[in-house]
Nanobody
């Protein structure tokens, strides 16, 4: 059974950086995508970015140029490097694995993801 576990969250000042990890254990990665979502207090869960098994990437406009997603193809573990953080980035960050999909697709919607981690808190404040 596939399990995802996030780590690396914490508290930083505006302009700071954090690196989140999503370790994939218990199963093969397959033709899937791993995405990072976040949920701020009182708001819905939104996608931050995603990376497919072919290493295609997608980023939300709000994080483009500041966040970078990478993957270890052998293990399927995924990392989210976050730089120039601002208070609007404060949220619980979740990694999620999609259902299998075609090579050139990159899922971005919540229903397309069937395995979720427990989340890690990121707080940006001065």
């Amino acid at each position: 059974q596939v399990q995802l576990a996030e780590s690396g969250g914490g508290s930083v000042q505006p302009g700071g950086s954090l690196r989140l990890s999503c370790v994939n254990s218990g199963g093969s990665f397959g033709p899937r995508t791993v995405a990072w979502f976040r949920q701020a207090p009182g708001k819905g869960r939104e996608i931050v970015g995603a990376i497919s098994w072919t290493l295609r990437t997608y980023y939300a406009d709000s994080v483009t140029g500041r966040f970078t997603i990478t993957m270890e193809r052998g293990t399927g573990s995924v990392y989210l490097q976050m730089t120039n953080l601002n208070p609007e980035d404060t949220a619980v960050y979740y990694c999620a694995r999609s259902r299998p999909h075609r090579e050139y697709d990159i899922p971005r919607e919540l229903p397309e993801f069937d395995t979720w981690g427990q989340g890690t808190q990121v707080t940006v404040s001065s």
